[in-house]
């Protein structure tokens, strides 16, 4: 079953290699497996031209969407402990949306800082990730925490200004599906919600 599963989703034509690579790490910490199912998915994105640098990036880009201890724990396992780091470089950052900073800040603004703060850092431009694959993978996490409301329509806006079509958006809920179909489902109302709605 596992075979046949991972077959198929690693055959989706829609999205790129690194872009599933990216969407299963997600997935991984979404759903703490941080054991063999997160060394599997390394293992095949490693196969496949992604390099543990990209994987520890898109660790880093997860952490506010999966929690810092899970991301903390998937480094571990990660990331040789003889190693030395290297210095982060200092990219451009994007800015959270003016709209979403008023939303939450109506809510709380020492909430609307915290997050305005973790977007600028994780949204930054670097050569690790690209912006579509930084939005793809978290319209995974959306899927597989629930959070289909602003948060998944914020990263369905981000993936398509960042060239993604309805065939990836798709594509990525039909991946993270074997995390759960009732999740994928949900999801899949959601966008279609978000499809139709009025400008």
């Known amino acids: 079953m596992a075979i046949e599963v991972g077959r198929h989703a690693w055959s989706l034509p829609q999205l790129t290699m690194r ?3 990216f969407v ?3 997935a991984d910490l979404c759903t ?3 054991g063999f199912a997160l060394a599997t998915h390394v293992q095949m994105a490693g196969a496949n031209g992604v390099t543990a640098v990209d994987c520890i990036a898109a660790i880093r880009h997860l952490a506010p969407y999966v929690g810092y201890p899970t991301a903390a724990v998937a480094l ?3 990331v040789d402990p003889g190693a030395t780091a290297d210095t982060p470089r200092m990219a451009e950052s994007r800015q959270l949306p003016a709209e979403v900073v008023d939303e939450l800040t109506a809510l709380n603004p020492d909430f609307a800082a915290f997050v305005a703060e973790q977007f600028r850092q994780r949204w930054s431009d670097d050569p690790e990730l690209s912006q579509r694959e930084r939005a793809l993978s978290c ?3 959306d899927v597989l925490n629930q959070t289909l409301d602003e948060s998944f329509a914020l990263h369905v806006e981000l993936a398509e200004a960042a060239g993604a079509g309805p065939g990836q958006i798709n ?3 039909l991946l993270v599906a074997e995390y759960g ?6 999801a899949y109302r959601t ?3 978000i499809r139709v709605r009025p400008d």
């Open 32 to 34: 703490a497996n941080l």
């Open 171 to 173: 594509a990525v809920l």
């Open 76 to 78: 571990q396992r990660l």
């Open 181 to 186: 179909t009732a999740k994928a489902w949900r």
């Open 139 to 141: 319209l995974a996490t």
């Open 19 to 21: 872009e599933k690579a």
């Open 24 to 26: 299963f790490l997600a």
């Open 191 to 193: 966008l279609a919600r």
